[in-house]
């Protein structure tokens, strides 16, 4: 989807919606693009549908290594404070026609894979 495209979808998503911030629209965008990337590398190139978990391990990873400690901040103030939470924005954009959807996909995919406190938070705190 194009830049423009996008943006329109999350203004429109956005007069709707108050749950989360602007921000963790485009995270959750960029999440996707990067775990998609890595997948499409473990599979010699070949893109595939990503699922729920394999997106939440991907948006985990991929704030840890985009915000580091400050990850559990900003997703806080973003108001993604569980996994739940990616789905319902994922569904959002399915709903907007952003992302498509298979039959066997359901909000129920993104329950409580992993705790934000043991993903975002734990990595950083001494032992």
């Known amino acids: 989807m194009q830049s423009n495209q996008f943006e329109h979808a999350v203004t429109a ?24 990337d890595r997948l499409s590398k473990e599979s010699n190139g070949e893109k595939r549908h990503v699922s729920g ?5 991907g948006f ?12 559990a ?4 103030d973003w ?26 996909d359901s909000l129920d995919d993104f329950d409580e894979i992993f705790t934000f406190e043991e993903a975002f938070t734990a990595p950083f705190i001494a032992a």
């Open 13 to 36: 998503i956005l007069k709707k919606e108050k749950r989360f911030q602007p921000g963790a629209y485009f995270l959750v965008r960029e999440a996707l693009d990067f775990t998609v």
């Open 60 to 71: 985990r990873d991929y704030v840890l290594h985009e915000y580091g400690p400050m990850g």
């Open 79 to 104: 108001g993604i404070v569980k996994c739940r939470n990616v789905g319902e924005i994922v569904f959002l954009f399915i709903e907007n026609g952003v992302f498509g959807k298979q039959d066997s």
């Open 53 to 57: 978990k394999e997106l939440l391990h």
């Open 73 to 76: 901040t900003l997703l806080q």
